[in-house]
């Protein structure tokens, strides 16, 4: 039986562990910083993965989600080795970022 819970605080986990690598860095800092976009990137990836094991029951209680693009973006990340778009990471850090946060939250109690 897979354990919704620890896939959530393990995505709080991966969100919040980017969050402090870029905080206070601007696009162009992150942009110059190929340590910083790998550390990011792989954390990205791990919660993508985590939220793929999540149940389709707690999934649906957030509908406002789009858990099918970020299964997607993991596969991007994951096998698009020489395709990642760096200006889709920031952009999903400043506006995707927030949101998954807050619904993680929610989920959570």
């Not at 190929?34 to 509908?63: C, F, G, Y």
Request: net charge neutral; aromatic share 8%; charged share 30%.
């Amino acid at each position: 039986m897979k354990d919704d819970r620890l896939y959530l605080i393990h995505i709080r986990e991966c969100i919040e562990r980017t969050e402090s690598y870029v905080a206070g860095k601007n696009r162009q800092e992150f942009f110059d910083s190929t340590l910083l976009q790998d550390a990011v990137i792989r954390n990205l990836q791990v919660m993508a993965e985590s939220t793929q094991r999540l149940s389709d029951q707690i999934k649906d209680a957030q509908s406002g989600i789009d858990w099918f693009e970020i299964a997607g973006f993991r596969n991007v990340l994951v096998h698009g080795y020489l395709g990642i778009d760096v200006e889709r990471v920031w952009n999903i850090l400043e506006k995707d970022l927030p949101a998954l946060k807050k619904a993680i939250k929610r989920m959570l109690q």
